[in-house]
């Protein structure tokens, strides 16, 4: 459980940021991929866990992205061809599609394919990406500035106001406010 928030909100936010200077980024090295994926990574985790621990609110974790989606071709998605996208989903065929970002952030940590999608210019412009659960349906795309915006809107989500009630079943509900 997450008891001081602030210190996970400063991490997140140091993820995003770094998120977002990558998306000026025209020089790729190894390097720069794998701090794309361990940023998204742990930036995905933060969030979950902070909402959670009901330390951002239900509307930021549940705030729409918009993202195109792929459907696979029909061929088996495994280690040895999941490099393969092209082959493995119909790419001229996208539509415009809106997820919740707790269903994005849990699509990467549990991600299969993680992809970074580029401009013809060299600038990074999205992730594509799917679970081991999603991988024989569909490939997602998501603009990084999307990812970067949601993000930062979760860092700097700072709760001003809880209410607390017990359900029938016994349970504990929690619902928090924020300033923005």
């Not at 599609?97 to 994005?104: A, E, F, G, M, R």
């Not at 209410?163 to 029938?168: A, E, K, N, W």
């Amino acid at each position: 459980m997450i008891h001081d928030s602030s210190y996970w909100k400063d991490s997140l936010r140091k993820h995003a940021e770094i998120l977002e200077g990558k998306l000026e980024q025209r020089v790729w090295r190894e390097r720069s991929f794998s701090k794309i994926e361990q940023s998204v990574m742990l930036s995905c985790y933060i969030v979950r866990k902070l909402a959670e621990a009901k330390k951002i609110t239900d509307a930021k974790f549940q705030k729409s992205l918009r993202m195109q989606s792929y459907q696979a071709t029909g061929k088996i998605v495994d280690l040895l061809n999941n490099h393969r996208i092209e082959s493995l989903y119909q790419l001229g065929n996208g539509i415009s599609i809106t997820k919740p970002l707790s269903y994005v952030a849990n699509q990467l940590i549990h991600s299969f394919i993680f992809v970074p999608v580029f401009e013809p210019v060299g600038r990074i412009q999205g992730i594509a990406f799917n679970s081991d659960r999603s991988k024989n349906n569909e490939l997602y795309m998501l603009e990084l500035r999307s990812l970067v915006e949601a993000l930062a809107a979760c860092a700097d989500s700072y709760i001003t106001k809880a209410s607390y009630f017990r359900l029938d079943n016994g349970e504990l509900e929690v619902i928090v406010e924020d300033d923005l």
